[in-house]
Structures are given as structure tokens and as C-alpha cells.
């Protein structure tokens, strides 16, 4: 597709212009209304022909990317814009923060389960101390003397099986060679 017959057939214009040749606002239309009437220039048109071969899209209109290329600054200083970016910005940070919080919300329940286990352990070792000086404190038992082990019946150990198997008896001769 030419260029030329692209750029002719959508810069045709009817509007009202002013001395310097530019097309003069209606009320009530918009802002950028007047980007819709004015010529397409020949490289914004070379640029659409260009788009085409690159993304094999055949329905790009030569006005749309005039439109496109013409206005995208218009569009990053917009209000909407802005706010877009300022919404974006808190959304990021309202996150970031929430990171933090989780963080140290983690970081005190360490603390948390790592003083439960110390005082555990207080308490085991607390435990332990108790238990030793019970046993120093307590009437110790005396062991059995050897007199009173001689005066002791003596009982007799119960026979304990053997885990041995009974030998097999030899196996007989029975070629007559001695």
C-alpha cells in the first residue's frame, strides 16, 4: 500500500482555521480534537507502512498511529495519567510496608518461640537441681553387708535353656570299605 494514497485520503480537511492555518476549536469538543483533522506527515505514514512489514498487522490505520505517535506526551502529562502513576506509586509503597510489618511480625515471633524454649530449659534445669538436692537430702539406704548376704538363703538359679541343637548321629557306612 502507497503512502501517498494513505496520507491524501485522511488529511482531507473542512475545518475552520485561524491566520496562522490552524483548525480553531469547537465548543464543546474535545481537547485534542483538532490532532483528528490535521494532515498526516509523510513519515508517521512510512512509519505505519513499516509497521505493517514488521508485525504482519494489515488493519493499522495511518491516523491512529499518527494519533498514537502525536499525543503520547500530551498523555504522560495528563491528570488521569498522573493519578494512574500517584495510585501506582502508594500501591507499591502500601506493599513495601507490608513487607516490613511481616518482617518484623516474624522476626517477634522468633523472639517469641526462642524465649518459650529458654524457659523450658530453665525449668528442666530447675527440675534437675530440685531433684539432685532431694537425693542429697534424703536418708541415704545402706547397702546389705556381707554378713547379711551369708544369712540370706541363697536361692537357686533357674535352668536356663541351652540354644545349642542336639548333634546328629554319624551317618552309617553303607559301602562296607573301611
Known amino acids: ?10 488529511s482531507k480537511s473542512t475545518a475552520k482555521q485561524d491566520v496562522a492555518g ?5 465548543k464543546g469538543e474535545p481537547q485534542h480534537a483538532a490532532y ?12 505505519a507502512d513499516w509497521l505493517e512489514t514488521q ?11 499518527y494519533l498514537g505517535s ?7 502529562k495528563s491528570e488521569e495519567n498522573q493519578e494512574r502513576i500517584a495510585a501506582r506509586a502508594q500501591e507499591i509503597k502500601d506493599q513495601a ?21 529458654a524457659e523450658k530449659a530453665a525449668a528442666r534445669e ?11 537430702a534424703a536418708p541415704a539406704k545402706k547397702a546389705p553387708t556381707k554378713a547379711a548376704a551369708k544369712k540370706a ?17 554319624a551317618a552309617a557306612d553303607t559301602d562296607g570299605d573301611f
Open 55 to 65: 508485525t504482519g498487522y494489515t488493519d493499522l490505520d495511518p491516523r491512529s498511529v
Open 153 to 169: 538363703p541363697a536361692k537357686a538359679a533357674p535352668a536356663k535353656p541351652t540354644r545349642r541343637r542336639p548333634a546328629k548321629p
Open 36 to 47: 483528528v483533522e490535521k494532515t498526516i506527515p509523510t513519515r508517521i505514514g512510512e512509519f
Open 97 to 117: 510496608e507490608a513487607r516490613a510489618q511481616a518482617k518484623i511480625d516474624r522476626a517477634a515471633a522468633k523472639e517469641q518461640r526462642a524465649a518459650e524454649r
Open 126 to 136: 530447675a527440675a534437675k537441681a530440685e531433684a539432685a538436692a532431694e537425693a542429697k
Open 22 to 26: 490552524r483548525r480553531v476549536a469547537k
Open 1 to 10: 500500500m502507497a503512502v501517498s494514497k494513505k496520507v491524501a485520503a485522511a
Open 70 to 76: 502525536a499525543l503520547r506526551g500530551a498523555f504522560q
